[in-house]
């Protein structure tokens, strides 16, 4: 099996790093494309022991923070995918979303999630840009890096870098929606990133690195 082609497109200011070609050229003519932001918000919160994403953390309930980026990022598309308590996080979400997704096969795994969220948005977007409720530390400013990482590279998936790993926030490209559709379980996006079908570009955000997953996650971000 042939191997991925990684490239690291720009860092977080959004600089061009050498060997990027640009695609603007390609797009100057054309509309620009349109970006969907899949926020996921479906897990059950198992291990945090209640509706972690309903739970305060500087003065707002925890799903928001990736809301606010993701609207700076995708204002007017910004889709969040719900299973668990739904009613409950979509409360918490106020009116910072465009549109709601249920998935009603959370239990099974997040692969469920994107599958639904991606089948909703795949006839209506050139490119979707995936990330988790509960990255607080996720900024507006590294999601647009990530877009114009994608706009300079064309590459089909531009994911964040961190701990020697790439992980969401992740751009998928209209070439990888099949793939993304057909996923199950509770595997994640990896394996279409290290699948060696699509070219991967990177932006360095150690940021993005950070999620709550129990209440120790959380009191040590509410810390001063």
Not at 135 to 151: E, F, G, M, T
Not at 187 to 214: E, L, Q, W, Y
Request: with cysteine.
């Amino acid at each position: 099996m042939s191997q991925p082609v990684y490239k690291r497109c720009c860092d977080l200011a959004g600089q061009a790093m050498p060997g990027c070609a640009s695609i603007s050229a390609m797009t100057a003519a054309k509309r620009p494309p349109e970006i969907a932001a899949l926020v996921l918000a479906a897990g059950t919160s198992a291990r945090f022991g209640t509706s972690k994403l309903a739970v305060p953390l500087n003065g707002m309930p925890l799903v928001q923070h990736a809301l606010l980026a993701a609207r700076d990022a995708c204002p007017g598309n910004v889709h969040l995918v719900v299973g668990h308590r739904h009613a409950n996080i979509e409360a918490a979400a106020g009116k910072l979303f465009d549109r709601k997704i249920l998935n009603k096969d959370y239990a099974d795994g997040i692969g469920t999630s994107i599958a639904v969220g991606v089948n909703e948005c795949a006839s209506h977007f050139d490119a979707i840009l995936l990330l988790l409720a509960d990255q607080v530390l996720v900024s507006a400013a590294h999601l647009h890096a990530i877009i114009r990482c994608w706009r300079d590279s064309g590459a089909d998936i531009v994911a964040s870098s961190y701990r020697d790993t790439r992980g969401p926030p992740i751009l998928f490209a209209r070439p990888t929606f099949a793939d993304l559709v057909a996923m199950r379980g509770d595997s994640g996006a990896r394996h279409v990133v290290d699948s060696g079908k699509f070219s991967v570009s990177s932006v360095d955000n150690p940021a993005a690195g950070i999620d709550i997953d129990t209440p120790a996650d959380l009191d040590r971000l509410a810390r001063p």
